[in-house]
């Protein structure tokens, strides 16, 4: 494990989808709540709650909930092309970029996870977790754009699982 990266990862998966649908479930709060999350909410420079189907822009702050957990993911979005590129914070000061490109038909979604710390807690949980949670999602987006299928786990009764 000497020469692991710690510090980043990156997860591609192509789907059956047009850009500016796959820009859109980044950064429509409606949109990231059929794949991703249980509740979304992005703010307003003023704290007002952006309108949940309105893209996502620039230095927005954002408060992020998950089946399954009761405390938000609060963060920013640094940046939002408009296009086909998302950055956000993660984990604290992790990094996530998301990349868009058209292919062949489909939506190469490249995810780079970085900026993550060495420590113990962070190799567990942010840099394996994460790692491992990113995989899913991906596969459920993908899983969500192209059949209508939402593979999450949303029965608080089941516990944690794989999925959620």
């Given at each position: 494990m000497e020469n692991f990266d710690w510090t980043s990862f990156t997860k591609r998966i192509a789907v059956k989808s047009d850009l500016k649908t796959i820009y859109d479930a980044w950064t429509k709060a409606s949109e990231l709540e059929k794949?991703?999350?249980?509740?979304?909410?992005f703010f307003n420079a003023d704290e007002s709650a952006y309108d949940a189907n309105l893209n996502v822009s620039n230095n927005t702050r954002y408060q992020w909930?998950?089946?399954?957990?009761?405390?938000?993911?609060?963060?920013?979005?640094?940046e939002a092309n408009g296009k086909d590129?998302?950055?956000?914070?993660?984990?604290?000061?992790c990094l996530v970029d998301v990349s868009l490109?058209?292919?062949?038909?489909y939506v190469v979604i490249t995810l780079r996870h970085y900026n993550i710390p060495t420590d113990d807690y962070s190799r567990q949980f942010v840099r394996l977790g994460c790692s491992n949670g990113w995989t899913f999602y991906l596969t459920n987006l993908k899983s969500v754009y192209e059949g209508g299928i939402d593979l999450r786990n949303k029965d608080e009764s089941l516990g944690a699982m794989i999925n959620n």
């Open positions: 794949w991703f999350l249980k509740e979304v909410t909930y998950w089946y399954l957990y009761k405390d938000p993911m609060i963060g920013i979005i640094e590129f998302i950055r956000f914070t993660f984990e604290g000061d490109e058209e292919k062949e038909g």
